[in-house]
């Protein structure tokens, strides 16, 4: 994987655990993708899934937990054994993160554009304040800030949450990135805002080439601008593939209760379908399929219960291939075309 030159991010294997007083938790169990340049994966799935503490391990930013095993690679270097001086090098120019929050990612006491300024310079010895500061108030231009020349002097109080974030984007974008990461970037605003913000991101990718990770629960944010997705569950990616194929055909159970949580324009439906249960405690996963005690297709198959089923290839139709955790892909693909997460045998479906 990592000697691919049609990649320029990739995960692979990667295994993250944590120590509590109940024992040893693995919030990452295996997980692995990859993206291209130019190219937007989406990661998405529930909380607490693996999803951000994936993007996390593999910066070398995780507080608290340890990395087991697996390769991160960047350009052709793997992050993971890279000295720690050289990561940071690499972190905020060439490989950048917009953060959730982007209030706890901002300095309180430090003015906007000192700190867009800074990210600047930190990786560009050469440019002085006076060119730093016409470069920040173009930033904050470029990513629709109304009065930036005012506004680059102003504290993070002063600004609104999507305010707030389209600054984040812009120290994100600052060095021309080759991959940007964004995890959340949409949660804590409106829809009108989020809409703004993924242009924002789509016009960033655009203007830099630069490859984008887009960590998410909201499938219709992949809809509008991911090429592909990863769908995450306990730790482990379960399906993954080109967003078009996977929403018109998931290939896992949990990807069919995700977009069945989605609200339909196409359909008469007054209620939207919850998935069964709730996701499982990490300290103690059942066996077999971590989704399986909530998996309506299952209903208490031994292979389900005793097998962990392996991410496998299962359909290409002329694209790059869909993979899915599943044993019974095949029939997960009928299933889905009944647009429910209900009880198969009462749609006409049959178990093996």
């Given amino acids: 994987m990592a000697t691919d030159p049609e990649l320029i991010f990739a ?18 169990d295996g997980s ?50 890279m000295p720690d001086r050289r990561r940071r090098r690499l972190l905020g120019s060439a490989l950048t993160m917009v953060f959730q929050n982007p209030m706890s990612a901002l300095n309180p006491v430090v003015r906007i554009g000192h700190q867009i300024a800074e990210v600047l310079r930190v990786h560009d010895r050469s440019l002085n304040k006076a060119a730093a500061r016409r470069r920040s108030i173009e930033l904050l231009e470029r990513v629709g800030v109304p009065q930036a020349e005012i506004r680059h ?10 305010m707030l974030q389209r600054v984040v984007i812009a120290m994100a974008v600052a060095n021309d990135p080759k991959v940007i990461i964004a995890d959340e970037p949409t949660t804590a605003v409106d829809v009108t805002v989020q809409a703004q913000l993924l242009d924002l991101l789509r016009v960033a990718r655009e203007e830099t080439g630069a490859a984008v990770v887009m960590i998410t629960h909201d499938l219709g944010v992949v809809a509008e601008v991911a090429d592909r997705v990863a ?15 996977i929403f018109a055909e998931p290939r896992h159970p949990y990807t069919v ?38 998996c309506t297709l299952s209903r208490g198959r031994e292979q389900c219960q005793e097998q962990r089923p392996p991410l496998l290839a299962v359909a290409e139709n002329g694209e790059p291939a869909v993979a899915s955790a599943c044993h019974f892909h095949d029939e997960v693909a009928a299933w889905a075309q009944e647009g429910t997460t209900a009880d198969p045998d009462e749609n006409g479906g049959q178990h093996g």
Avoid: N, W
């Fill in 11 to 28: 995960i692979d294997d990667l295994i993250v655990e944590f120590d509590t007083p109940e024992g040893v938790v693995r919030a990452v």
């Fill in 32 to 81: 692995g993708y990859q993206v291209s340049p130019g190219e937007t994966l989406a990661v998405v799935g529930e909380t607490g899934s693996g999803k951000s503490v994936t993007v996390l391990a593999a910066l070398g930013l995780l507080d608290g937990g340890r990395i087991v095993s697996g390769t991160v690679t960047f350009d052709g270097q793997d992050l993971l054994r």
């Fill in 153 to 162: 002097d102003q504290y993070p109080h002063q600004f609104s949450g999507g």
């Fill in 231 to 245: 769908v995450m569950y306990a730790g482990r990616i379960v399906e993954s593939g080109p967003v078009r194929e």
């Fill in 257 to 294: 209760g995700l977009l069945a949580c989605l609200p339909r324009l196409d359909q008469d439906i007054a209620e939207l379908t919850p998935i069964p249960g709730a996701p499982p405690d990490l300290r103690h996963l059942p066996d077999g399929c971590a989704f399986h005690p909530r």
